[in-house]
């Protein structure tokens, strides 16, 4: 014999299952959506530019510097 009570987990399994299916799609489609952004944000000749300004920058740095210190005794 069948209870009320299994017939009500049936159904709250059903919409469980409906409601983590549709989390899950919803989940996906923010993740592209972040990917899609993420990779329109990204430029190339910034980073290209930002990159030889650290070069430069760390080229300075090592010309200013003493190649070798010797001591005097």
């Known amino acids: ?4 009570s299994d017939s009500i987990l049936l159904s709250h399994t059903s919409n469980m299952a409906l409601c983590l299916r549709q989390l899950g ?3 996906l489609s923010l993740w592209q959506l972040c990917r899609h952004i993420a990779v329109s944000q990204w430029d190339p000749e910034q980073e290209r530019r930002k990159l030889a300004m650290q070069i430069r920058k760390r080229n300075r740095q090592l010309r200013q510097r003493p190649i070798c210190s010797i001591s005097q005794q």
């Open 25 to 27: 799609q919803e989940l």
């Open 1 to 4: 014999m069948m209870k009320a």
